[in-house]
């Protein structure tokens, strides 16, 4: 599976961005699909979770209502992952980063990600 992530932007505080993730490779409906993010001089943290059959979703607190996740399964070869934020503040400054696993059920841990895309720079003014 190959990734690679889109839409990052400069946004003012309280306004929206869009990310896509698009996803090549047959196989990308059988991986659970997550974004995770990393500010300077931070860890990266996990962001929102989708299941592969997009029946569950997973979002940390500090997003939780305000960002909703969402993949497109369809029959093409490329496939997109989606993360919607809405209401964006300050903090929510950083890269963001999709990823796949396929050997887990819903996980929060990046070291459990197989693939990664190569990260979208969101930054909120204030």
């Known amino acids: 599976v190959q990734l690679q992530a889109s839409g990052g932007g400069l946004v003012q505080a309280g306004g929206s961005l869009r990310l896509s993730c698009a996803a090549s490779?047959?196989?990308?409906?059988?991986?659970?699909m997550a974004w995770f993010r990393q500010a300077p001089g931070k860890e990266r943290e996990f962001v929102a979770w989708?299941?592969?059959?997009?029946?569950?979703?997973?979002?940390?607190d500090n997003v939780k209502g305000r960002f909703t996740i969402s993949r497109d399964n369809g029959k093409n070869t490329v496939y997109l992952l989606s993360l919607q934020m809405n209401s964006l503040k300050p903090e929510d400054t950083a890269v963001y980063y999709c990823?796949?696993?396929?050997?887990?059920?819903?996980?929060?841990?990046?070291?459990?990600?197989?693939?990664w895309g190569q990260g979208t720079l969101v930054t909120v003014s204030s």
């Open positions: 490779g047959r196989t990308f409906s059988s991986y659970n």
């Open positions: 990823a796949a696993d396929q050997k887990y059920s819903f996980t929060s841990l990046s070291a459990a990600y197989e693939y």
């Open positions: 989708i299941s592969r059959g997009i029946t569950n979703t997973y979002y940390s």
